[in-house]
């Protein structure tokens, strides 16, 4: 059991294959029937679009990072700078230069991801805490040019000034209100969770979970392990920027709040309280505390420490996370 | 007959009697019981209730609170109930925008205020744009907010950072001298003061005698203290935030300097000089309003209320700012007689606060040009032996219009939606 039960690679090749894929596609199927559901049954609970394009864009952030820790063994403390660069890239793009939200989109996670995927082989050179301090410094090294850089980045106040546009499809166009807006997270989140699942059922997949159930091993049979830390880590990156990007887009603004190490440990947070040993985990964590903050800061001025017990509760009782707990109740 | 006529009037009588009990009913409650087809005005408070800015953010909130229970014992706006629902945006702008999104779609609110710092009222007053919503800006200084990025819909109750500046400049430099030696925090509203300070400064014909930028967490000061004993100021102008205020005065008392260098700087709050140590409570600053105002009406029974209701606690800059908008969009609804965005807008250019509501001399008004509350500014000093709430000495009390910058000086070009 040192593989997980839930982990795609032996969801995918264990002999009740058949079982499990048919069970896993019906999961997805009423998984995407809620998703697409949203913006009719939120509104009847009290809830609202924005708030459920938020959760989306932390859990797609989440599951980028998740790549990283849950499947690949590395526990990276700066992914918000990666997410940040997303946004960034995003508002000044739209502020400076295109009327096109997917282009904007595009160049925010490309600048993100080109980031992850220079700064991987420097962060993977270490491993362990280390890994993690290195992460950390590249994060708050960017979090510290936003805020210097005034005259481009806007600096403490953050950057304002660009918009959503429309998108302009052959025969359609979509006004980017909010609901418009959920879809469009939808659409991006749904694309990324796919991509994500088809490289973690790849080769590539596979070695990533190697490295993390046995480092040393894979270094004795020859493989060039950092550079498959360093795909992941460009790979996570990326959809980290692509979050972001999205992020700019909901609130028409960032800030360096966005680069800075507080969010890349909310991503953490949001990774393990939902379970980062599974694919949906990091989903799973981001309802759990987006809710929690929108609601709990209303009923008290204390929601943070509530945030805090929740997180050490799940730790302490459920260390797989809130799906890893109940995957295993279901298979025991 | 007689019998018909005094059931006649009987029946009269009864009605008389009953309309008249109505009549004396309605006039004589002193609370108005609101029929229930009475929908209430809703104004949504994005504000800090946790994070740094927390203190500032309980100021505002208190403060507008107390606006809600007086104008709904008053008798509410256009005789209906007046809901302020408050959220915390934690000063975060990401928060706060999640914050006024469930304000409007959930909680149907009719307008928007809030917010302690900068980047969340830029964030928040963008927002409101793209939902037409009325927003006052209660405690965000950037000059933009109602300079380049000014807008339609936002309105400013505290000062710009100029305003700051220049509200205690002429003190410094009249009682003082012509050369500053400037220690700033590192970041764009340390530099926005300083150089609105250092404009102002040549413009007098002043010199800056040095000056040093210190990163946000500096502790140790004392590099930058050793270069101010060496080139002698006159001034030494303090720029910093929170902690690294105190830790720098704390400092500055060690080695002697607020004995022979006036020490001084811009914003100054009560809730700040309230946490100082007793050592680090000196200097000249700007408050933007105060409490002990004795020539000016109302203030004393507005203090003396306040203090009851919330055991004991002044109010402060921040509580008024709370207060003031809150009021501000009554007297706005009143004069435009409806909650439609634009006219409330339109109403509210120009408006004059009343004395009750004002506070302060020197009737400030927000200017239609860029929607800025021409607010007095009151320099001062720091009482290093009061005890709360005597804590500072209003030197003068400056009206906002001779300090504010013109409109088109501050580069704002008003545009309305078509």
């Known amino acids: 059991?040192?593989?997980?039960?839930?982990?795609?690679?032996?969801?995918?090749?264990?002999?009740?294959?058949?079982?499990?894929?048919?069970?896993?596609?019906?999961?997805?199927?009423?998984?995407?029937?809620?998703?697409?559901?949203?913006p009719f049954w939120l509104p009847l609970v009290g809830g609202y679009t924005d708030l459920a394009s938020r959760v989306l864009i932390y859990a797609l952030a989440a599951m980028g990072l998740n790549l990283l820790l849950g499947y690949t063994g590395g526990l990276s403390f700066g992914h918000a700078a990666y997410f940040g660069l997303g946004a960034y890239g995003v508002g000044l793009m739209l502020k400076y230069e295109t009327h096109s939200t997917l282009l904007a989109l595009l160049a925010g996670t490309l600048l993100g991801g080109l980031?992850?995927?220079?700064?991987?082989?420097?962060?993977v050179r270490r491993r362990g805490i280390y890994f993690s301090m290195i992460t950390i410094a590249i994060g708050q090294m960017f979090y510290f040019i936003a805020v210097r850089w005034n005259s481009l980045t806007g600096g403490e106040d953050g950057l304002t000034g660009f918009s959503r546009q429309p998108i302009?499809?052959?025969?359609?166009?979509?006004?980017?209100?909010s609901v418009d807006f959920y879809y469009f997270v939808l659409l991006c989140f749904g694309i990324c969770a796919t991509l994500l699942w088809i490289i973690l059922n790849a080769p590539l997949g596979h070695t990533f979970v190697?490295?993390?159930?046995?480092?040393?091993?894979?270094?004795?049979?020859?493989i060039k392990t950092r550079r498959y830390i360093a795909i992941s880590f460009a790979i996570s990156g990326i959809v980290a920027a692509m979050a972001g990007g999205l992020d700019a887009l909901l609130d028409n603004f960032t800030s360096p709040n966005l680069l800075n190490y507080t969010l890349s440990g909310d991503f953490l947070i949001i990774a393990v309280l939902g379970g980062m040993r599974n694919f949906y985990g990091p989903l799973v964590g981001a309802v759990v505390f987006i809710m929690m903050r929108d609601y709990v800061s209303s009923i008290t001025d204390n929601?943070?420490?509530?945030?805090?017990?929740?997180?050490?509760?799940?730790?302490?009782?459920?260390?797989?996370?809130?799906?890893?707990?109940?995957?295993?109740?279901?298979?025991? | 007959m007689n019998d018909s006529q005094s059931g006649n009037f009987d029946r009269r009588g009864l009605l008389k009697a009953g309309a008249a009990a109505g009549l004396a009913g309605l006039v004589a409650t002193p609370k108005p019981t609101w029929a229930v087809s009475e929908t209430p005005i809703k104004i949504g408070m994005v504000d800090p209730i946790t994070s740094t800015f927390a203190p500032l953010g309980h100021s505002e909130i208190k403060g507008?609170?107390?606006?809600?229970?007086?104008?709904?014992?008053?008798?509410?706006?256009?005789?209906?109930?007046?809901?302020?629902?408050?959220?915390?945006?934690?000063g975060n702008p990401g928060t706060s925008l999640d914050k006024a999104a469930r304000l409007v779609s959930r909680d149907k609110i009719d307008f928007l205020m809030g917010t302690v710092n900068s980047a969340s009222s830029l964030a928040l007053s963008q927002f409101a744009d793209k939902h037409n919503l009325l927003f006052i800006a209660t405690g965000g200084h950037v000059d933009s907010l109602t300079g380049t990025n000014c807008r339609w819909n936002t309105f400013r109750t505290c000062s710009t950072t100029w305003m700051l500046t220049s509200g205690d400049f002429e003190t410094l430099f009249k009682k003082f001298g012509k050369s500053w030696y400037f220690i700033t925090t590192d970041y764009a509203f340390g530099h926005a003061e300083q150089a609105d300070y250092t404009t102002q400064l040549k413009k007098a014909g002043g010199t800056v005698a040095g000056g040093a930028l210190a990163p946000v967490g500096t502790t140790d000061f004392s590099s930058y203290l050793i270069d101010v004993k060496a080139k002698k100021p006159k001034v030494l102008c303090l720029l910093l935030v929170g902690d690294d205020q105190v830790n720098c005065m704390k400092q500055i008392a060690q080695f002697g300097i607020d004995k022979e260098i006036a020490v001084g700087g811009a914003l100054f709050e009560l809730e700040q000089a309230?946490?100082?140590?007793?050592?680090?409570?000196?200097?000249?600053?700007?408050?933007?309003?105060?409490?002990?105002?004795?020539?000016?009406?109302?203030?004393?029974?507005?203090?003396?209320?306040?203090?009851?209701?919330?055991?004991?606690?002044?109010?402060?800059?921040?509580?008024w700012f709370g207060y003031a908008s809150t009021y501000a969009i009554k007297l706005a609804v009143e004069r435009a007689q409806s909650t439609d965005t634009m006219k409330v807008v339109k109403a509210m250019e120009g408006l004059v606060l009343p004395p009750e509501v004002a506070l302060q001399p020197n009737a400030p008004a927000y200017r239609a040009a860029d929607h800025q509350l021409l607010l007095s500014m009151f320099p001062g000093h720091v009482i290093q032996t009061g005890k709360y709430p005597n804590?500072?000495?209003?030197?003068?009390?400056?009206?906002?219009?001779?300090?504010?910058?013109?409109?088109a000086a501050a580069g704002c070009k008003m545009t309305y939606p078509a």
């Open chain 1, 1 to 38: 059991m040192s593989t997980d039960l839930s982990s795609p690679r032996t969801a995918s090749t264990k002999s009740p294959g058949k079982f499990t894929m048919s069970r896993r596609g019906l999961g997805n199927l009423i998984l995407a029937a809620v998703l697409l559901a949203v």
């Open chain 1, 115 to 123: 980031a992850a995927a220079l700064l991987g082989p420097i962060v």
């Open chain 1, 168 to 177: 302009h499809l052959p025969g359609v166009t979509l006004a980017m209100g």
């Open chain 1, 210 to 222: 190697a490295i993390r159930e046995n480092h040393k091993r894979l270094t004795f049979l020859g």
């Open chain 1, 303 to 332: 929601w943070m420490s509530v945030i805090g017990l929740v997180f050490v509760v799940s730790v302490i009782f459920f260390p797989m996370g809130i799906l890893g707990f109940f995957n295993r109740k279901s298979s025991s």
């Open chain 2, 64 to 90: 507008a609170k107390f606006a809600e229970a007086e104008i709904n014992k008053a008798g509410g706006i256009m005789s209906r109930p007046l809901q302020l629902l408050v959220e915390d945006g934690a």
């Open chain 2, 274 to 319: 309230r946490a100082l140590p007793e050592a680090a409570r000196y200097g000249w600053w700007t408050m933007e309003w105060y409490w002990n105002q004795p020539n000016t009406p109302h203030v004393a029974a507005f203090v003396k209320a306040y203090a009851a209701q919330y055991n004991g606690e002044y109010p402060s800059a921040r509580s």
């Open chain 2, 391 to 407: 804590l500072f000495d209003v030197s003068a009390i400056v009206p906002g219009a001779q300090l504010a910058l013109p409109p």
